[in-house]
């Protein structure tokens, strides 16, 4: 059985290295901005039992759109099911005409500032918002899509 999650990244990354610190400074900014707990969403797929996900997003860290398989520890990540039985579908076509698209560094601005998303390129939150079916993806950080979500769950 396929399980279609909405996953929230709250952990803190460790260590000192420049680029290290730098994913930290970059996580904590988006916090900042976005008053939320969150730094990065992703949609991850579950197929069967293993402990991995498949995951898909616009990655700061990984330069743009792509897909990887990743576990998610719950100390980092929280989890929210995605109900819609065609979310799978929607993220796989999403992806398929994305894949590779560049990191949108000014549209993720945007989430917080008047500014215009650079088009064909993504940032997280607005990937995952328009893969989830969403009206005007480029509106949405990872808290907002975690609100709207959770709030969606308890109705």
Do not use: N
Request: proline share 4%; with cysteine.
């Amino acid at each position: 059985m396929t399980r279609v999650y909405l996953a929230l990244y709250k952990g803190r990354k460790r260590g000192t290295s420049p680029r290290e610190l730098w994913q930290r400074l970059m996580d904590w900014a988006v916090r900042i901005a976005t008053r939320g707990q969150y730094s990065h969403c992703e949609i991850a797929v579950k197929h069967g039992f293993t402990d991995d996900y498949h995951c898909y997003s616009a990655s700061l860290r990984d330069g743009g759109v792509r897909s990887k398989t990743m576990l998610l520890p719950a100390d980092k990540w929280d989890l929210i099911p995605i109900r819609d039985a065609e979310t799978h579908e929607k993220v796989w076509a999403l992806y398929q005409t994305t894949q590779g698209a560049k990191y949108d560094y000014i549209g993720a601005l945007g989430v917080v500032l008047p500014v215009r998303q650079v088009a064909q390129r993504w940032f997280c939150s607005e990937w995952c918002a328009k893969a989830l079916g969403l009206g005007q993806p480029e509106k949405y950080s990872p808290q907002a899509l975690a609100d709207l979500f959770q709030a969606a769950w308890k109705s």
